[in-house]
């Protein structure tokens, strides 16, 4: 089974710096995305990790420990049209069946100006 | 091109109505999904078509039935819904279904389905 926790809400300040983490327990791992959900509007792709470190990406960067099963999305020079929520989703191992995300409950993040 | 495109954006059924709901990629993607979201929820997987067959149904009631015309389309076949079926349905794709690395998920706007 696959268990993910990340916290619930976050509030944070224009133009700050914020951390959202995500930890996981799962049976299999075959990388990590993180998705920008507004409300009512679909998942849109942030980033990916497979191997330890960080990769950036502009003002988003995302970290891996495979050993400690922790993740982070970094959001730098918060902007207001951050407001959103940050789903960590795992794959599952290499499968025939289908590419399979399973998702964390999303942290709701406001930014205040 | 990396657009999921799904109609309609918003429907609103009866329980005894048949519907369909219609998602459509370009981008030569031979994985497709379905996914169910209730509000403040996390997407939950429904099913899974690779490379239009269907492989993976996550013990969905029959009264949701979905088909894959062609490596293109995916509908998903509403019949004497609930209200509680109510929520976002998500359509998502993506080039392989076997895990490789950097294969994403893309998903689509999804639609809006209001059971009454």
């Known amino acids: 089974g696959q268990n993910i926790d990340q916290p619930t809400e976050m509030t944070a300040t224009e133009g700050a710096i914020v951390q959202i983490n995500c930890t996981y327990q799962t049976s299999g791992f075959n990388g990590l995305f993180w998705y920008q959900q507004h409300a009512g509007e679909a998942p849109t792709f942030l980033s990916y990790?497979?191997?330890?470190g960080l990769e950036e990406k502009g003002r988003f960067s995302s970290f891996l420990s495979r050993s400690k099963g922790y993740s982070y999305l970094l959001l730098k020079e918060l902007q207001m049209k951050d407001s959103a929520s940050y789903l960590c989703a795992v794959r599952d191992r290499p499968s025939n069946a289908g590419n399979m995300l399973t998702f964390g409950g999303g942290t709701r993040l406001m930014v205040k100006p | 091109d990396t657009e999921v495109t799904q109609t309609p954006k918003h429907l609103v059924m009866g329980m005894t109505n048949k519907k369909s709901l219609k998602c459509e990629q370009h981008?030569?993607?031979?994985?497709m999904y379905w996914y169910k979201q209730k509000a403040k929820k996390p997407p939950e997987l429904m099913f899974v078509?690779?490379?239009?067959?269907?492989?993976i149904n996550e013990s969905v009631p029959s009264r949701f039935s979905p088909e894959c015309p062609n490596s293109s389309l995916l509908n998903l076949h509403l019949h004497a819904l609930q209200p509680e079926d109510s929520a976002l349905y998500l359509c998502?794709?993506?080039?392989?279904?076997?895990?490789?690395?950097?294969?994403?998920?893309?998903f689509g706007e999804g639609s809006w389905l209001t059971v009454v």
């Open positions: 078509y690779s490379y239009e067959k269907l492989s």
């Open positions: 990790n497979v191997l330890d």
């Open positions: 981008m030569g993607h031979r994985a």
């Open positions: 998502a794709s993506s080039q392989e279904p076997v895990s490789v690395s950097g294969n994403t998920i893309y």
